[in-house]
């Protein structure tokens, strides 16, 4: 607003220019929340730094080393993990609590970490702590994105839950770091990862519940509470807490099953938008691309060691994560996914051509670097991020605990079908058809994301599920100049 002050519904003056400080506690308890992501992220990552101390390489075969069939099953097992645990922890949010199901991850995560930092080349150790290390991991990529999309104000609501992939990608680059320093073993690494799950427990301790949660449980006192701290005691939340008990009571009122609640109009595109988003990012060949990225690193001339090169595309996911939490509530949820499809398409298509005609042609391997990094880019602008925060957008807030679950539990399935039998597929036909079907595979998503993927920007969580119930009634407007309805 251009006047310096706004009158609340309680005819109290306000400064407008309190909304950082408003918004304060809402980052902090993301950020918060998100320590889950950044732990998730070590797990993803800890096989990269480490396999040349536990695995055989075509230069090392040391019989005391596990085989590469034994370590291509501790890679792929957190997603075996993370898919177990999706369904379970679907139900515990609603039932629980948001709050309260994330802190019981944290002591079966470090149990997990300290099984594989004590494991000491026992191998079926080295797979039980995997799957329970991919099991909480999962269980944060389901409940943080919920956390923080019943939390933030619409207006940020985007930039907050983008942080979670933010956190993820930070995480991922710790432990490239740490892992890449001279003389750090296994175990060191390992145990220094023990920690983080920890730092988060004591952090997000002292964050409250979600307001709506308290309001599907019907304690009202402890939602206002909850929705103050987040929104600061001088403005006034009566119109917020009636819209989400509003919402609440509607779902509750219907008193349908759990099939019948996928029967509805706008839970069956939630249900299809959010499947086909992370059907798309684990089918776009960000696994593959970085996979390979030592070899373009080389090709294209780098003198940098493979860890050295793996720490490089970990900055370059960094940076383009942030950005991304800095212009997804300017831009839209569609536009940047529409651009990251078609451009990650491109250069997947690119890449393939690079592969295909590399023994025939010299010089060109700044092709294939080129097209890496700014895949990386694009993959961190839309691909990566926004399927996990439309996720805690999309479903209503009945439903949302089972719904989010189904997409999670798609999401590590299909991240462990690729991660397990990518190898398989370039043996069989080779890097270039590998690279082409992922480049087909993104094409095919920017038509999704074109004729089916709504826009969320800027809108409340009710005023979603309206839309995709087809209800495109609009606000009196002289409702929409109630102060008080300023409030996201």
């Known amino acids: 607003m251009d006047d310096p002050k706004i009158l609340t519904s309680t005819n109290v003056l306000v400064p407008s220019d309190d909304k950082p400080a408003r918004r304060l506690r809402q980052y902090i308890a993301a950020l918060s929340a998100t320590l889950g992501a950044f732990s998730l992220g070590t797990v993803l990552a800890w096989t990269s730094p480490t396999s040349s101390q536990l695995a055989q390489s075509d230069t090392n075969h040391d019989p005391r080393l596990m085989t590469q069939a034994q370590w291509s099953w501790v890679s792929s097992l957190m997603n075996v993990g993370a898919t177990l645990s999706v369904v379970l922890v679907g139900a515990a949010i609603d039932r629980i609590g948001r709050k309260y199901t994330m802190l019981a991850l944290v002591l079966p995560f470090v149990a997990g970490w300290f099984m594989i930092a004590w494991a000491d080349q026992d191998v079926p150790l080295y797979y039980v702590g995997r799957i329970v290390c ?44 740490v892992g890449g320093i001279d003389g750090v073993s296994v175990f060191a690494l390992t145990l220094t990862c023990s920690f983080i799950p920890l730092v988060f427990g004591a952090i997000f301790f002292f964050m409250p519940e979600t307001p709506r949660q308290y309001i599907q449980k019907g304690r009202m006192e402890e939602a206002r509470q909850s929705l103050t701290w987040f929104r600061g005691e001088e403005y006034n939340i009566d119109a917020e807490i009636q819209e989400i008990e509003t919402a609440v009571e509607t779902t509750k009122a219907l008193q349908l099953s759990w099939r019948e609640s996928f029967s ?23 696994n593959a691309v970085i996979f390979y990225s030592s070899d373009i690193f080389k090709d294209a001339g780098s003198t940098l060691a493979p860890s050295k090169a793996s720490i490089v595309i970990g900055v370059i996911q960094v940076i383009a994560t942030f950005i991304s939490t800095q212009v997804v509530d300017r831009a839209g949820r569609r536009p940047l996914l529409m651009a990251s499809h078609a451009v990650m398409s491109a250069c997947a298509i690119t890449l393939g051509v690079y592969f295909h005609v590399k023994e025939d042609v010299a010089g060109i391997g700044w092709l294939p670097l080129a097209s890496l990094c700014v895949y990386i880019v694009l993959f961190s602008f839309g691909v990566g991020p926004i399927p996990w925060l439309m996720v805690g957008e999309l479903f209503p807030a009945g439903i949302k605990g089972a719904a989010s679950s189904v997409a999670c539990l798609v999401n590590w399935l299909l991240s462990f079908v690729v991660t397990k039998f990518f190898v398989d597929m370039v043996a069989s036909i080779g890097p270039d058809w590998t690279f082409w079907i992922f480049g087909a ?20 969580l009710e005023e979603i599920q309206a839309d995709l119930g087809g209800d495109k009634r609009k606000r009196d407007p002289e409702e929409l100049k109630m102060p008080h309805l300023d409030r996201y």
């Open 134 to 177: 991919g099991m909480m991991g999962g269980a944060f990529s389901l409940s943080a994105p919920v956390y923080i999309s019943e939390i933030a104000q619409k207006e940020i609501r985007g930039m907050l839950g983008v942080c979670y992939q933010l956190m993820l990608t930070v995480g991922i680059l710790f432990v490239y770091v």
């Open 441 to 460: 595979v993104l094409a095919v998503g920017t038509a999704f994301v074109y004729f089916v993927v709504p826009e969320t920007k800027g809108k409340t």
């Open 264 to 286: 509805t109009p706008a839970a069956k595109k939630a249900l299809l938008v959010s499947l086909g988003l992370m059907i798309f990012q684990q089918l776009s060949g960000v």
